[in-house]
């Protein structure tokens, strides 16, 4: 009936694993937990060794290599047995304990044409400084309410915690020409959207629980940004997404006005005074966004 597959890349996911392991043993289903190491530290690793040997529906995994966010849940996919498949990423806290029972009232039919989206939310504020960038971005732009996440359904999607059929997933699968860090979920809702299947929003997040320092943060941005150009290039200007996705319009109208290479330099020289306000204790999204404009802007200068 069910596959739950997790992509683990150094963190403890042990309490996750164990909290899922529960609530399945608890429903009239027969399931599996898929928890794959993708290239994680030997020291990431000796606590998760731990689910080796817990429970037969526990199959965890070693991967020396780093295969990427997409390689990785394709790989997953491809050794999953049941008919249905529930990604979730490995920093997860989940809410309680009934999370995977909102998901089975979705076990039917139904989800052989469309795919179910629990949606994120963020714990309270840390009171670390070197969080709150990630904390604010996290809050502010990724824990939207279900019924937002439904006013825009594929450009809403996010592979932290979704149910997918295995017969659509083979369909779809991970754009695997993607490296590093970010935009597999704007690629795949964008494949979904082609495909004219259907996104349904729940309301069933997961606590996002690994929050990064803003010096990680910026470095998976900075990727997120690489990614995101690729697919610019895939897509180009006439695409939906193009419309969609706020960056890519602001770098439309940039480049219409004729004024992408002056704010570029103009950004160039702002760099290290944003860069240093990003790390404080009250990081500025507007700030965040210019930071992010000016890694595209170099980056598509750079083609």
């Given at each position: 009936?069910?596959?739950?597959?997790?992509?683990?890349?150094?963190?403890?996911?042990?309490?996750?694993?164990?909290?899922?392991?529960?609530?399945?043993?608890?429903?009239?289903?027969?399931?599996?937990?898929?928890?794959?190491?993708?290239?994680?530290?030997?020291?990431?690793?000796?606590?998760?060794?731990?689910?080796?040997?817990?429970?037969?529906?526990?199959?965890?995994?070693?991967?020396?290599?780093?295969?990427?966010?997409?390689?990785?849940?394709?790989?997953?996919?491809?050794?999953?047995?049941?008919?249905?498949?529930?990604?979730?990423?490995?920093?997860?806290?989940?809410?309680?304990?009934?999370?995977?029972?909102?998901?089975?009232?979705?076990?039917?039919?139904?989800?052989?044409?469309?795919?179910?989206?629990?949606?994120?939310?963020?714990?309270?504020?840390?009171?670390?400084?070197?969080?709150?960038?990630?904390?604010?971005?996290?809050?502010?732009?990724?824990?939207?309410?279900?019924?937002?996440?439904?006013?825009?359904?594929?450009?809403?999607?996010?592979?932290?915690?979704?149910?997918?059929?295995?017969?659509?997933?083979?369909?779809?699968?991970?754009?695997?020409?993607?490296?590093?860090y970010g935009h597999e979920d704007t690629i795949f809702g964008w494949e979904l959207q082609k495909q004219k299947i259907r996104?349904?929003?729940?309301?069933?997040?997961?606590?996002?629980?690994?929050?990064?320092?803003?010096?990680?943060?910026?470095?998976?941005?900075?990727?997120?940004?690489?990614?995101?150009?690729?697919?610019?290039?895939?897509?180009?200007?006439?695409?939906?997404?193009?419309?969609?996705?706020?960056?890519?319009?602001?770098?439309?109208?940039?480049?219409?006005?004729?004024?992408?290479?002056?704010?570029?330099?103009?950004?160039?020289?702002?760099?290290?005074?944003?860069?240093?306000?990003?790390?404080?204790?009250?990081?500025?999204?507007?700030?965040?966004?210019?930071?992010?404009?000016?890694?595209?802007?170099?980056?598509?200068?750079?083609?």
């Amino acid at each position: 009936m069910l596959s739950i597959c997790i992509p683990v890349y150094n963190y403890h996911v042990l309490p996750l694993v164990m909290a899922l392991l529960a609530q399945a043993k608890q429903l009239p289903i027969d399931f599996e937990i898929l928890v794959w190491e993708d290239g994680s530290s030997e020291k990431s690793k000796i606590g998760n060794r731990k689910l080796a040997n817990i429970d037969p529906r526990l199959h965890y995994v070693e991967w020396q290599e780093n295969s990427g966010r997409s390689m990785i849940r394709n790989r997953l996919a491809d050794a999953a047995k049941f008919r249905y498949l529930l990604f979730l990423d490995c920093d997860a806290d989940l809410p309680d304990n009934q999370f995977l029972s909102r998901y089975a009232n979705h076990w039917n039919l139904q989800v052989e044409q469309q795919v179910v989206c629990g949606g994120r939310i963020y714990p309270e504020q840390p009171v670390d400084d070197d969080l709150q960038l990630h904390w604010w971005y996290g809050t502010l732009k990724e824990s939207q309410p279900v019924a937002r996440r439904r006013s825009a359904p594929n450009s809403s999607f996010m592979t932290n915690n979704f149910l997918i059929s295995r017969s659509i997933f083979e369909h779809i699968r991970f754009n695997e020409q993607l490296q590093g860090y970010g935009h597999e979920d704007t690629i795949f809702g964008w494949e979904l959207q082609k495909q004219k299947i259907r996104i349904e929003h729940i309301d069933n997040p997961v606590i996002h629980a690994g929050l990064e320092p803003a010096s990680v943060f910026l470095q998976k941005t900075n990727e997120g940004i690489n990614n995101l150009h690729r697919l610019y290039k895939l897509m180009g200007k006439e695409s939906t997404w193009f419309k969609e996705i706020k960056l890519l319009r602001l770098f439309g109208r940039l480049q219409q006005w004729g004024i992408a290479g002056i704010t570029h330099w103009i950004l160039n020289l702002l760099q290290k005074p944003i860069e240093r306000q990003l790390h404080s204790s009250k990081p500025s999204l507007v700030l965040f966004d210019l930071y992010k404009l000016y890694r595209f802007l170099d980056r598509d200068r750079k083609e």
